[in-house]
């Protein structure tokens, strides 16, 4: 596991653009900004008319909202919408040390924040016990099945957010 730890800290080495055109590690970001960048990583800008009721970085449209099939979303507003919906997810766990709620608010705007209550991950934490990985990490499927590439957005996130 260590190893595995190892590669994916490595993984995360990547650099980013930051707006003055400079390159930056994104280790060298605070927490949520990590989580931001991870998150857009994965689910990337989702066009409504193919993902609908998808739109955004992975938004959910919800009752009420102004959105509609077809509508097409900017980078700026996906973006804030993220921060919006993440900062949602991040206060429902608000009971837990801020950067345990901010892993379970990644895993949330996943899975969805009814999932993450019944999962073992969040009963470790909520009771103390620092030992999550594999719990982590087994938020990894699709319809059923093992997901290669959600496996892998778990781990970096597990070592982004949660490995110090």
């Given at each position: 596991m260590k190893?595995?730890?190892l590669m994916f800290l490595a993984?995360?080495?990547v650099m980013?653009?930051?707006a003055a055109g400079r390159r930056i590690n994104i280790m060298d970001l605070p927490p949520f900004e990590r989580a931001v960048i991870i998150i857009k990583k994965?689910?990337?800008?989702?066009?409504?008319?193919?993902?609908?009721p998808y739109l955004g970085y992975g938004h959910r449209k919800l009752p009420g909202?102004?959105?509609f099939k077809g509508y097409r979303m900017g980078k700026k507003e996906a973006d804030a919408l993220l921060r919006k919906d993440l900062?949602?997810?991040i206060a429902i766990f608000k009971e837990?040390?801020?950067?345990d709620a901010l892993l379970l608010g990644v895993l949330s705007y996943n899975i969805g924040p009814g999932a993450v209550k019944k999962s073992s991950v969040y009963?470790?934490?909520?009771?103390?016990?620092?030992?999550?990985?594999k719990s982590y990490t087994s938020h990894c499927r699709y319809k059923g099945r093992f997901h290669r590439q959600l496996h892998e957005r778990r781990m970096v996130e597990f070592a982004a957010l949660f490995v110090r």
């Open positions: 190893k595995l730890l993984l995360l080495t980013v653009g930051n994965y689910e990337t800008l989702h066009d409504s008319r193919r993902h609908w909202e102004k959105y900062r949602k997810f837990l040390p801020p950067d009963r470790k934490l909520k009771s103390g016990n620092r030992n999550i990985y």
